[in-house]
Structure formats: structure tokens, C-alpha cells
């Protein structure tokens, strides 16, 4: 194959991702006035289901114009060769190939996060503010941005600093040593992500004793589910929306409930809503998705493996000399229909999980407190109750609503 192949491979691709992306989002734009499943017909009043369908095709506007401008910026840089550009600037810095990778990545990446800027901040204090979901101030989100390019700046340039370390000393089997670095990061993350890094953004306190804490301990004894662990985090101040999960393991594992959420719901109701978290843990959906997700690791670098030193894929960017950054943003968009249908799978096997975990919260609490708190949270956030097909099958991690509730009332 030729680098201007790999090329027009490259660029149509992108062009076919974007509009594969479109046709969904479209379809599912064809469903918003749809006529709602039965049993949610209840779930709004007019007035509400009205602020719901604008805040959905505000937001569908809003994703057609970001992902309309993304495709114009990476066309356009493609055609000005603009990763020979980067590439020219790290190389300007230093003679090091692994100074010059991460000079490179940092390069685009505080382009692209410049670049979103805007978007973000036109999403909350626009469209979020405008349905009453934001709670956030301009400074804290300045601030937010600020910790978490920094987070991710010393994060990232440590991970890719020992990868390349490894593939210069290793060559191409430094997808071994790669893959064994990002599994233990990632079991490491899992283990203290709550503990270490949500107190850069927000506080955390432990649920105070009372009637509400008595029914969560009463319950996970039940069901020999060791918590001492159980906190409340302050999501009020940036978002009006609720949420709650379930991290680490052994006697790391916490569960963490958004205050939100304890303002929204009733006492049965939050315990419902743990019970399906509890169900998760002892379905061992925690770490069957912590293992599916490293051997997916391991198996796109093994395949990295075998590309990025090629000379092409340097070549169908422009640049004549090859390089594990380039080979590794030539895979990147080469490698994208592979990682569509693993993120179908993905979702096929999150989706099948959620049901398992409502089952498991009906069967060892109350189904119908698992209920009215579905249908509470989804009312809050204004959930699109009539997704299409094609656009659940492709995105969706979670079963739409009329299939839980639908589920919950048949299995017994």
C-alpha cells in the first residue's frame, strides 16, 4: 500500500465515521416527538415533557455544529500536512525522540483542548443554564479546566514517557511492557481514583449516621457486603443532575452518593438504587469489565505493534521520516472501525449487566422503589424516553427506560 493510499484510507474514514455518527444522531432526532412507551406516560407533565423535547433538540443542534466544525478542522489539517508542522516544532525543541513525542503530544494536545474550550463552556452556561442544570460559576469551571489539563498533562506525560522509554529500548515488543503498565494503572486507578483524585475537584464526607445510613448498613449486612465506606460528594455545585457508583475493591471499595441525590430521592429509593450497585459488585461486573477492558488494551497495541514503525503511515502524514507518535496517530484513525464494533460489544455486554443488576436489586430489596427512583432521576435530567433503535444499539451503555421498567415488571 502507498502512503497516498493510507492517506485517502485515513481521510475516508473520518469522513465515514462522521457521517455514520450523523445518520444516528439524526435517527434519533426522528424520535424525540415520538408517542412515549407505555408506563412512562406519567413520568412528565406537559409542560415538563415540552422543556424536555427543546432541551433534547438543543442539544442535537448543538452536537451536529461541534461535529460539523471537528471534521472541517482535521480535513483541513490533513491538507496544510499540519502533523509535519507539529512534528517540525518538537523537533525544533530537541534531538531526543522521546523529548520530541511528548513535546508533539503536548502540542495537539492543548490545541484540541484550546479548541474545545468554547463548546464547553457555551454547553454550561448556555444549554445547561438554560434548563436549569448548572449550578457552576465561570471561575470554578476555569478552575476545573485548569486542574484537569494539568492532571492529565502529568498523568499522560508520565504513562507515554515510560512507552516510549520501552519501545526505544525494546522495539516492537514494547506492547508487552505497555500492557502490563496500563493494567496496573488501571486496577490502581480503580482501587484510589475516589480516594485520590475526586478531592481535586470536590468534597467528600461520609454519610452522616441516621436513618438513611442504618437502612444502607442494614441491607449490605444482609447481603454480606462489608461497606464501611459510604460518602457524600457535593455535585450540587456544579450540576443540578444526581448520580451515584461503586469503586475499588476490598477494603478500598466505597460507594459514593452525589448529594443530589439524596435531595431528589427518598431513603427506600436511595437503597434501591445501591442495591443495583451492590448487584454489579457481586455479579462481578466490576472486574469482568476491568478484564475486558485490558485484554482490549492488549489486543490494539499488539496490532500497534505491527504498524507504527512502518514508514507509510508516517508518509500518508506528510512527514517523511518515521516516528512512534506519527505511526501512533496514523493508527489511530486506521485503527477506528476495529474500535466501533468493540465499543458495540461493549455496550452490548453494559447493557446486559444493567438488567442483571436491576434483577438483583429487586430480588434482595424492593423492585418498586428501584422504580420510582428510574423514573425520578430520569425526569430530573430530562432523559430522552424514546431513543431509536440503531442510536441505543451503538451508544448506549444503559437499556432505555421502557426496557428496564419493562424488565423489572416481568422477571420475578
Known amino acids: 500500500m502507498t502512503s497516498e493510499f493510507i492517506f485517502y484510507l485515513i481521510v475516508g474514514l473520518i469522513i465515514f465515521n462522521f457521517f455514520l455518527e450523523s445518520i444516528l444522531d439524526y435517527l434519533n432526532y426522528t424520535?424525540?416527538?415520538?408517542?412515549l412507551p407505555s408506563g412512562l406516560q406519567n413520568i412528565y407533565d406537559q409542560e415538563e415533557y415540552q422543556k424536555s423535547q427543546s432541551y433534547k433538540k438543543d442539544k442535537f443542534k448543538f452536537g451536529v455544529f461541534q461535529s460539523l466544525f471537528s471534521l472541517v478542522l482535521i480535513l483541513v489539517f490533513l491538507a496544510v500536512d499540519g502533523f509535519q508542522i507539529v512534528n517540525s516544532i518538537a523537533e525544533s525543541f530537541s534531538d531526543n525522540s522521546i523529548v520530541v513525542s511528548l513535546i508533539f503530544f503536548g502540542i495537539l494536545f492543548l490545541g484540541?483542548?484550546?479548541?474545545?474550550?468554547?463548546?464547553?463552556?457555551?454547553?454550561?452556561?448556555?444549554?445547561?443554564?438554560?434548563?436549569g442544570f448548572n449550578t457552576s460559576t465561570v471561575a470554578l469551571f476555569w478552575k476545573d479546566k485548569f486542574k484537569s489539563m494539568l492532571l492529565s498533562i502529568f498523568l499522560g506525560g508520565v504513562i507515554l514517557g515510560l512507552i516510549l522509554v520501552f519501545y526505544n529500548y525494546v522495539g516492537i515488543d514494547f506492547w508487552w511492557y505497555t500492557w502490563i503498565l496500563v493494567a496496573t494503572v488501571s486496577v490502581l486507578l480503580n482501587m484510589f481514583y475516589a480516594k485520590?483524585?475526586?478531592?481535586?475537584?470536590?468534597?467528600?464526607?461520609?454519610?452522616?449516621?441516621?436513618?438513611l445510613r442504618s437502612k444502607i448498613e442494614t441491607?449490605?449486612?444482609?447481603?454480606?457486603?462489608?461497606?464501611?465506606?459510604?460518602?457524600v460528594i457535593d455535585g450540587s455545585k456544579r450540576s443540578k443532575k444526581a448520580n451515584a457508583y461503586f469503586s475499588g475493591f476490598g477494603s478500598e471499595k466505597r460507594i459514593t452518593l452525589f448529594d443530589t441525590l439524596i435531595e431528589d430521592l427518598d431513603d427506600e429509593e436511595i437503597v434501591a438504587v445501591l442495591a443495583h450497585e451492590v448487584g454489579h459488585y457481586k455479579k462481578n461486573?466490576?472486574?469482568?469489565?476491568?478484564?475486558?477492558?485490558?485484554?482490549?488494551?492488549?489486543f490494539t497495541l499488539w496490532v500497534l505493534s505491527l504498524f507504527v514503525s512502518e514508514p507509510v503511515l508516517a508518509q500518508a502524514?506528510?512527514?517523511?521520516?518515521?516516528?512512534?507518535?506519527?505511526?501512533?496517530v496514523a493508527?489511530?484513525?486506521?485503527?477506528?472501525?476495529?474500535?466501533?464494533?468493540?465499543?458495540?460489544?461493549?455496550?452490548?455486554?453494559?447493557?446486559?449487566?444493567?438488567?442483571?443488576?436491576d434483577n438483583f436489586a429487586?430480588?434482595?430489596?424492593?423492585?418498586?422503589?428501584?422504580?420510582?427512583?428510574?423514573?425520578?432521576?430520569?425526569?430530573k435530567s430530562l432523559s430522552n424516553l424514546t431513543p431509536h433503535s440503531a442510536y441505543v444499539f451503538f451508544h448506549f451503555s444503559h437499556p432505555p427506560l421502557s426496557e428496564r421498567l419493562k424488565n423489572l415488571e416481568n422477571n420475578s
Not at 441491607?219 to 460518602?231: E, Q
Not at 461486573?285 to 492488549?298: A, C, D, M, Q
Not at 430489596?365 to 423514573?375: N, Q
Open 317 to 328: 502524514l506528510g512527514v517523511e521520516e518515521p516516528s512512534f507518535h506519527i505511526g501512533l
Open 112 to 131: 484540541s483542548e484550546i479548541l474545545g474550550l468554547p463548546f464547553s463552556y457555551y454547553f454550561t452556561f448556555s444549554i445547561e443554564e438554560r434548563y
Open 31 to 35: 424520535q424525540f416527538d415520538a408517542q
Open 362 to 379: 429487586k430480588a434482595t430489596y424492593k423492585g418498586e422503589h428501584l422504580v420510582s427512583a428510574l423514573k425520578k432521576l430520569t425526569k
Open 196 to 211: 485520590l483524585f475526586v478531592p481535586l475537584f470536590n468534597k467528600q464526607t461520609p454519610l452522616e449516621e441516621g436513618e
Open 331 to 357: 493508527f489511530s484513525f486506521l485503527y477506528a472501525p476495529i474500535s466501533l464494533l468493540t465499543g458495540i460489544l461493549t455496550n452490548i455486554l453494559s447493557r446486559k449487566f444493567e438488567f442483571q443488576a
Open 285 to 298: 461486573h466490576i472486574i469482568i469489565n476491568l478484564v475486558v477492558s485490558i485484554l482490549t488494551v492488549g
Open 219 to 231: 441491607y449490605a449486612s444482609r447481603m454480606n457486603f462489608n461497606l464501611k465506606n459510604i460518602f
